[in-house]
């Protein structure tokens, strides 16, 4: 799972020259870049036994919530899966080039297999990308500042939006001027337009894109939104886990079929699925999966873990039977196993711990059952 650039920089605050440009960045963008590449969070450091049981009361506890919290802030491992999305999304929305932003990658899947994660990590990319070009150009042509020398406009080149409540095209509009600090009293289209051009904004994203109220007639206004955002050169990108909902029936007048055709002929879906494993300990989805196991066992802060390899060598294939390769489910068998080993004291994962973690309805389902049969060598993960 390889490093990008971004992912290398371990504190966006010391950046030195070779970083300057960031500066162009409001702090509340440059928080939001560190959220994005799991960088929000300071490593709390790897104390022995002994230390943490001659710790006083209240260094114990900022020491476990500072490893609790350096947990959840991980960053996205790049499994195959998020490479080969990342990369699919890189393409659609590099092959508009400058101005021509008309093609919109979707990205769809189950839910918690990881799709949020997946866009903050490309809009990081993004801002990064976006951050350095405007730097570079202002180089040349500097911008306009007032008489203290402070930029006279906010430099916001991506928007994230994280919609909610059946959002109706108004409702979207506004969103996009809050995310973007204007407040208007007239006509939000022709404000979204004026906002979009003074912030340099070049890419939208909109997660949970099953919040707007594509069902109804509301969801012709929006798809017209959407393609006239594009048209004004603004690039987006869509995430949700319901591509029936956006796209397909429902709406059967024939104005919003041919709306919804419209989009059709624009958006390209993006897939993203949950991480596969198999019965055949060579196959490339086994290394996969032990290589992300490997990568949460490294994040542990731990004192007493167990024996490398505690987790990706020897729970692998318990772990995967519990979680089918979501994200979010693995994500919480962890936490939630790191949570018990902290608070009674013995810092160590075994078995036994992660036995007692209860996960999401949808992975207890077919626990019992499951794991019984992994145990007497029955189960097969080929055959799903
Ligand atoms: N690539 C990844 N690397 C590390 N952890 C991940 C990754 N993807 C997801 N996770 C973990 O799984 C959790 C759920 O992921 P995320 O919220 O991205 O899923 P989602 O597909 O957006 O789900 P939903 O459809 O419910 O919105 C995250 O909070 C994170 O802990
Ligand atoms: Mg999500």
Known sequence: MGETRLMSLTNLADADDDWAYLELLEDDDLERMRQWTGQACQDPGQRTLTQIRGMTRAEGLLYNRRRRDWLDAGPTWETSSVQQAMNDIGAVLGAGGDRGATDVPFVVGQPGVGKTMLVKRIAAEVMDEECLAQWAEEQRTPPTVTRAGRRKVRFRPVVYLDVRDQVSAIGLERAILDALGEITTGDTTAAVHRALQLHN????????LQFIAFGSKMGQQIHNLLKG??????QL????????WVLGHGGDEVSYRTTKRQSSGRWVEIPLEPLLYSDDPSAPSVDEW??????????????DPGPEGWLHEYLADYAWVRTHGFHNALSLLVRQAARRAID???ERITRATFDRVVLQVEYEKHREHEVRQLDIGKYRFDVR
């Open 201 to 208: 904004v070049r890419l939208i994203v909109i997660d949970e």
């Open 229 to 234: 955002l594009t048209n004004q050169g603004v």
């Open 237 to 244: 990108l869509l995430c949700g886990n319901d591509r029936e």
């Open 290 to 303: 032990k290589n992300l196991l490997a990568e949460w066992e490294h994040r542990l802060r731990l004192a």
């Open 344 to 346: 009674d004291g013995t």
